[in-house]
């Protein structure tokens, strides 16, 4: 799979990057909108380590897009551009996180609790029944039991969907990326270490986050206030974790994001 995907007429002055870990082209919708107005470089992470990410990203970057850029990161993706916006920053003019996953682990608690509370009684036992495929517990495709996994938690993410975009360009996720970039990410919150990384951060930073977004607002406001320098938070009313399938927030969304790519 090659690591990139170029949208809007060159130069590339805006990259946008997709969650998961291991979920490429998650947010292709962010960027097919953003290139009406902008030429956007959307990279597709294919490395199974976070320095591995970290590395591919800030490459990608450089051989692909006008330096500096301003670099959006949906979800995990967030956590990934803000890790490349510390240690290279000289090719971040701005950091958009979208999403953000908290930066301190007591936010992080909740989360799971909060999705399954969302979802029906059938859908509780399918997520368990694929996180047993998923774990290798179980027989079944580890692949596809992470996409079907991440459907039911976008489910449990969104405040009221609109109807479902076709992609025209579809990608499969991968299970053994998520698994082991994940395990490294988290453990990297645990430490601290995840949070301290943001005091290297130079560039302005905006998070934008919905307020039914079940990763806590707060783990992400709270933490990034203490040791960012230029820091502004925008919350989003009746948004979830994906603001653009949002009905009641995703032209909001796209409009606090084009002022911010200006």
Known sequence: MKNFRNRGEPPYRVAVVHGGPGAPGAA???ARELAKTA???EPLQT??????????LAETIKQQAEI???LVGHSWGAWLSYWVAARYPEL???LILVGSGPFEEKYAESIFSERLRRLSEEERAEIFRLMDIINGETAGDKDKAMGRFGELCAKADTYKALPPEIDPEPLSASKEINQRVWAEGRELRVSGKLL????QIKCPVVAI?????PHPAEGVREPLSRVLTDFRFILLEKCGHEPWTERYARDEFFRVLREEVI
């Open 68 to 70: 500096p850029v301003v």
């Open 92 to 94: 971040v003019r701005k």
């Open 39 to 41: 030429g956007v470089l």
């Open 196 to 199: 301290e990384t943001g005091k």
């Open 28 to 30: 292709a919708p962010i």
């Open 209 to 213: 986050h919905g307020d039914y977004d």
């Open 47 to 56: 490395k199974d380590t976070v320095e591995g990410e970290i590395e591919e």
